[in-house]
C-alpha cells in the first residue's frame, strides 16, 4: 500500500474513533498547533516529555508568549496539572487508527495517560498498514531491552459504569494526531 493511501486510511479510521486528524509539514508546526489548542480551550499548562533540548526551549518560549505554563519533568510531581500533553509517537497502525508508543520514560506514559488533550505526532512514514506488518519491527524493539508498549485508539473511553458511555475515564479527552509528511530530498 502506498504512502498516501496508508495515510489515508489512518485518518478515515482515527476519525472514527472521534481522534481528530491533520496533516503538518514540520515539527514547529506541531508546537505551534499544541500551544493555540491549549489556548482555544481555555486550559492553562502543557508538557511534552521526549522532545530535544532545542524544541523544548522553542516550546517553552511560546507558552511565555501566551501566558501558558510548560510543565518540566518529572511530571511525577504534577500528576493532576496536566492539561495538553505534546508527544511523539513511534508508529501507527491505518487498519485501526491506533498509534503505537514504545517507551520507558515514566515521563511519557504519564503524560499520555493523565492529560486532558493528547496531541501525538505521527511521522507519515511510520504509517503501517496493519498490526501484523508491525510485528516484526515490535518484536526487534521489544528484544531491546524493557519498556511500556502502548497502543492507543482515540480517546478513553469505557461503558463499564451501567452501560453508559463515560469519555476520559481511563485517559484522555481529547486525541489529536498530528501526521507529520516526510520530504523527498
Given at each position: 500500500?502506498?504512502?498516501?493511501?496508508?495515510?489515508?486510511?489512518?485518518?478515515?479510521?482515527?476519525?472514527?474513533?472521534?481522534?481528530?486528524?491533520?496533516?503538518?509539514?514540520?515539527?514547529?508546526h506541531a508546537l505551534a498547533y499544541a500551544v493555540n489548542l491549549t489556548?482555544?480551550?481555555?486550559?492553562?499548562?502543557?508538557?511534552?516529555?521526549?522532545?530535544?533540548p532545542e524544541d523544548i526551549s522553542h516550546l517553552s518560549a511560546l507558552c511565555q508568549n501566551v501566558g501558558l505554563e510548560f510543565v518540566s519533568p518529572?511530571?511525577?510531581?504534577?500528576?493532576?496539572?496536566?492539561?495538553?500533553?505534546l508527544t511523539h509517537v513511534d508508529w501507527g497502525i491505518a487498519e485501526t487508527g491506533s498509534l503505537v508508543i514504545?517507551?520507558?520514560?515514566?515521563?511519557?506514559?504519564?503524560?499520555?495517560?493523565?492529560c486532558d488533550i493528547h496531541v501525538a505526532c505521527l511521522s507519515a512514514s511510520h504509517i503501517y498498514p496493519d498490526s501484523a506488518?508491525?510485528?516484526?519491527?515490535?518484536?526487534?524493539?521489544?528484544?531491546?531491552?524493557?519498556?511500556y508498549l502502548s497502543f492507543i485508539t482515540g480517546t478513553s473511553r469505557t461503558a463499564d459504569i451501567e452501560r453508559v458511555l463515560t469519555i476520559g475515564v481511563h485517559g484522555p479527552l481529547k486525541l489529536h494526531i498530528l501526521i507529520l509528511e516526510d520530504h523527498q530530498p
Open positions: 500500500m502506498k504512502q498516501a493511501d496508508l495515510v489515508q486510511k489512518m485518518t478515515e479510521k482515527a476519525g472514527l474513533v472521534q481522534a481528530v486528524v491533520s496533516r503538518i509539514d514540520s515539527f514547529d489556548r482555544e480551550k481555555s486550559l492553562n499548562t502543557l508538557t511534552a516529555p521526549g522532545l530535544n518529572p511530571l511525577r510531581n504534577h500528576l493532576r496539572g496536566i492539561h495538553t500533553a514504545y517507551s520507558d520514560s515514566e515521563d511519557l506514559r504519564i503524560a499520555t495517560m493523565l506488518s508491525l510485528s516484526t519491527v515490535l518484536k526487534d524493539r521489544m528484544g531491546a531491552g524493557p519498556g
